[in-house]
């Protein structure tokens, strides 16, 4: 498995399916509590790449600003403070992330999901649930119905509470599947 914070990510996924599959405009959505620098790094010069995070800050690996926005403004960045938990994830998806995701228009999404911010996990202090990751999951598959036939890959990102993450991933494969 790649890590988001190596220095090749998520990215390679993303520019393998660009290769393989002939796609020109590749998006990648992370919701993992940290920020994936690693894919911000390679996707931030190239206008036919996209990627959106939202993540914890400040926290590791302390990268992810608003004004961090790569060339095109392809690069969205949503930080949220400790303690946020749905309500605001769901804000600064609908406001920003996903709007930014629809006129980017892709032909292949990649999603670095992290279940890190779930409420439950020890190592962060969002408050996700369940709901949240199938709520995200359900939007962004939309977008990827209206853009690009519904490709859509799914990367498992992160994760330390053994229960958060099980029931987490399950609320996830299960929107992925109804797509």
Same mark, same amino acid.
């Given at each position: 498995?790649?890590?988001?914070?190596?220095?090749k990510?998520?990215?390679?996924?993303?520019?393998?399916?660009?290769k393989?599959w002939?796609?020109?405009?590749?998006?990648v959505?992370?919701?993992?509590v940290?920020?994936g620098?690693?894919?911000?790094?390679?996707?931030q010069?190239?206008p036919?790449?996209?990627?959106?995070?939202?993540?914890?800050a400040?926290?590791?690996?302390?990268?992810?600003?608003?004004?961090?926005?790569?060339?095109?403004?392809?690069?969205?960045n949503?930080?949220?403070q400790?303690g946020?938990?749905g309500?605001?994830?769901r *804000?600064v998806m609908? =406001?920003? %992330?996903l709007? @930014? $995701?629809d006129?980017?228009?892709?032909?292949f999404? &990649?999603i !670095?999901?992290g279940?890190?911010?779930?409420?439950?996990?020890p190592?962060?202090?969002l408050w996700?649930?369940e709901?949240d990751?199938?709520?995200?999951?359900?939007?962004?598959?939309?977008?990827?119905d *209206?853009?690009?036939? =519904?490709r %859509?890959?799914s @990367? $498992?990102?992160?994760g330390?509470d053994?229960?958060? &993450?099980? !029931?987490?991933?399950?609320?996830?494969v299960?929107?992925?599947?109804?797509g």
């Open positions: 498995l790649i890590t988001h914070h190596a220095t990510s998520a990215a390679v996924g993303a520019l393998w399916a660009r393989r002939n796609c020109a405009r590749i998006a959505i992370d919701f993992d940290h920020h620098n690693g894919t911000q790094e390679i996707f010069r190239d036919g790449l996209f990627y959106a995070s939202t993540h914890q400040p926290f590791y690996p302390g990268t992810g600003a608003a004004h961090e926005t790569g060339i095109d403004g392809n690069v969205v949503v930080s949220l400790a946020a938990g309500e605001a994830f *804000a609908s =406001g920003r %992330v709007p @930014a $995701l006129a980017f228009g892709p032909d999404i &990649l !670095s999901a279940f890190d911010a779930h409420m439950q996990d190592l962060a202090n996700l649930e709901a990751y199938d709520w995200v999951t359900r939007q962004i598959m939309r977008i990827a *209206a853009h690009c036939a =519904g %859509v890959v @990367a $498992l990102e992160g330390y053994l229960h958060a &993450l099980a !029931s987490s991933v399950q609320s996830h299960k929107a992925l599947m109804a």
